[in-house]
T-cell receptor, first 117, second 115 residues
Framework: AQTVTQSQPEMSVQEAETVTLSCTYDTSESDYYLFWYKQPPSRQMILVIRQEAYKQQNATENRFSVNFQKAAKSFSLKISDSQLGDAAMYFC??????????????FGTGTRLKVLA | NAGVTQTPKFQVLKTGQSMTLQCAQDMNHEYMSWYRQDPGMGLRLIHYSVGAGITDQGEVPNGYNVSRSTTEDFPLRLLSAAPSQTSVYFC??????????????FGPGTRLTVL
C-alpha cells in the first residue's frame, strides 16, 4: 500500500522569505502523480501544484516549486517570497497512474504554515 | 457557477441517529468523492463515484452509505452515528474527461459531532 508522510506538523516563515515543506512517500509503482494542496481557514482545498512521476523536470507555479527526488521518494514544496495569504494547512498527496488509481488519492497529515509579518 | 456545495455546515448528532450529508456540484463532473478529515491524520477517502449509478469504497467505508442517482448529487448517509464518526467531511469532484486531469474541486466541509 502507498503511504504519504509529512513530518513537519507546523512551520513558520517570515513574510517575503522562502520556506520548504517536506513530504516523503512510499510506493512500489513507477508511474504516479504527486500533489500539493492548500487548505486555508475556509477549509476548501486548493490544488497548488502537480508533479508527474515520469517527468524529470520539477513542476513550478509562480512562487511555488517542487523538488522531486524519485529515487529518494521525496517531494518537497518551496514557497518563495512568502505572503500572508500563504498561511494555511498544506497537504501532500499521491495517486497511482493506473486506471483504478485515477479515483483514489492518498493524503499526508498536513503541515500548518504560519507566515509572520 | 456554485462549484461544489455541501449542507449542512455543522451538525450535532446523538449516538445511533441517522443523517445524510448532502453534496452537489454544477460542473457536470463524472467523479465525486467523500473524505473525512481528523486531527493528526490526512484526508481519508470514504466512498467515491465515477458516474450515476456507479459507486465504490475508499479507505474507510464502514458505517457510511452512498448512492449516485444523478450526476450532480452524491449524498453520504450515516445509518447509525457513532462517536468515532465525529470529523470534518469533505466532498470533492473532478472531471474524468481529458488526459490525466487532477484538479479536484472541494466543498467547504461539514463539521459533524456525534455525542
Amino acid at each position: 500500500a502507498q503511504t504519504v508522510t509529512q513530518s513537519q506538523p507546523e512551520m513558520s516563515v517570515q513574510e517575503a522569505e522562502t520556506v520548504t515543506l517536506s513530504c516523503t512517500y512510499d510506493t512500489s509503482e513507477s508511474d504516479y502523480y504527486l500533489f500539493w494542496y492548500k487548505q486555508p481557514p475556509s477549509r476548501q482545498m486548493i490544488l497548488v501544484i502537480r508533479q508527474e512521476a515520469y517527468k524529470q523536470q520539477n513542476a513550478t507555479e509562480n512562487r511555488f516549486s517542487v523538488n522531486f527526488q524519485k529515487a529518494a521518494k521525496s517531494f518537497s514544496l518551496k514557497i518563495s517570497d512568502s505572503q500572508l495569504g500563504d498561511a494555511a494547512m498544506y497537504f501532500c498527496a499521491y495517486r497511482s497512474a493506473s486506471a483504478s488509481g485515477t479515483y483514489k488519492y492518498i493524503f499526508g497529515t498536513g503541515t500548518r504554515l504560519k507566515v509572520l509579518a | 457557477n456554485a462549484g461544489v456545495t455541501q449542507t449542512p455546515k455543522f451538525q450535532v448528532l446523538k449516538t445511533g441517529q441517522s443523517m445524510t450529508l448532502q453534496c452537489a456540484q454544477d460542473m457536470n463532473h463524472e467523479y465525486m468523492s467523500w473524505y473525512r478529515q481528523d486531527p493528526g491524520m490526512g484526508l481519508r477517502l470514504i466512498h467515491y463515484s465515477v458516474g450515476a449509478g456507479i459507486t465504490d469504497q475508499g479507505e474507510v467505508p464502514n458505517g457510511y452509505n452512498v448512492s449516485r442517482s444523478t450526476t450532480e448529487d452524491f449524498p453520504l448517509r450515516l445509518l447509525s452515528a457513532a462517536p468515532s464518526q465525529t470529523s470534518v467531511y469533505f466532498c470533492a469532484s473532478k472531471t474524468l474527461a481529458g488526459k490525466r486531469t487532477d484538479t479536484q474541486y472541494f466543498g467547504p466541509g461539514t463539521r459533524l459531532t456525534v455525542l
